[in-house]
T-cell receptor
Framework: GDSVTQKQGQVTLSEDDFLFINCTYSTTTYPTLFWYVQYPGQGPQLLLKVTTANNKGISRGFEATYDKGTTSFHLQKASVQESDSAVYFCALLASSGSWQLIFGSGTQLTVMP | NSKVIQTPRYLVKGQGQKAKMRCIPEKGHPVVFWYQQNKNNEFKFLINFQNQEVLQQIDMTEKRFSAECPSNSPCSLEIQSSEAGDSALYLC???????????FGAGTRLSVL
């Protein structure tokens, strides 16, 4: 079945460091992939959406590219700020009776000042 | 800020009590999802609607959970007899169509004592 894997549970960086979060997916359909960010006390917010039509997304300094060959969809940012501290979720739009989002397990990013 | 409005933000119930939460989807979004997010950040799909019709729901939802999205009224999710394991963040999300981006509310945090 469709699935998403995020192996990095926690990432701790200093301001201006480079961010790279791994995500791999498995699906039998053409993937639509998302990165959501969740700040404390809030619901997940859309950060990026990537489809087969546009295999790259850029938003708020974050970039994600999906690679069909390796079925990967990594999130990166050149220079993180303390305000980027949050939980980041990779998600796959999958069909299981009806369309729904399948989320990865999340990566807690902590950026030290 | 999210345009999906969830109330209440916090809900405290005793075991066996009913727990009801509401969601006003973003204007013009006919598709509504409910997810449960546990303390380990795992998301569980509960049910989704298109207009007033249920598209899909999981077994747990069929037994103790009830949900509806009446026209011209907020959507709602109700747990008939709360259990300790129901303690979680309940997220409502809306979308312009069934295969599109989900926009989440801030959630209702349920604590079952």
């Amino acid at each position: 079945g469709d699935s998403v894997t995020q192996k990095q549970g926690q990432v701790t960086l200093s301001e201006d460091d480079f961010l790279f979060i791994n995500c791999t997916y498995s699906t039998t359909t053409y993937p639509t992939l998302f990165w959501y960010v969740q700040y404390p006390g809030q619901g997940p917010q859309l950060l990026l959406k990537v489809t087969t039509a546009n295999n790259k997304g850029i938003s708020r300094g974050f970039e994600a590219t999906y690679d069909k060959g390796t079925t990967s969809f990594h999130l990166q940012k050149a220079s993180v700020q303390e305000s980027d501290s949050a939980v980041y979720f990779c998600a796959l739009l999958a069909s299981s009776g009806s369309w729904q989002l399948i989320f990865g397990s999340g990566t807690q990013l902590t950026v030290m000042p | 800020n999210s345009k999906v409005i969830q109330t209440p933000r916090y809900l405290v119930k005793g075991q066996g009590q009913k727990a009801k939460m509401r969601c006003i989807p973003e204007k013009g979004h006919p598709v509504v999802f409910w997810y449960q997010q546990n303390k380990n950040n795992e998301f569980k799909f509960l049910i989704n609607f298109q207009n007033q019709e249920v598209l899909q729901q999981i077994d747990m939802t069929e037994k103790r959970f009830s949900a509806e999205c009446p026209s011209n009224s907020p959507c709602s999710l109700e747990i008939q007899s709360s259990e300790a394991g129901d303690s979680a963040l309940y997220l409502c999300a809306s979308s312009p169509d069934s295969q599109n981006t989900l926009y989440f509310g801030a959630g209702t945090r349920l604590s079952v004592l």
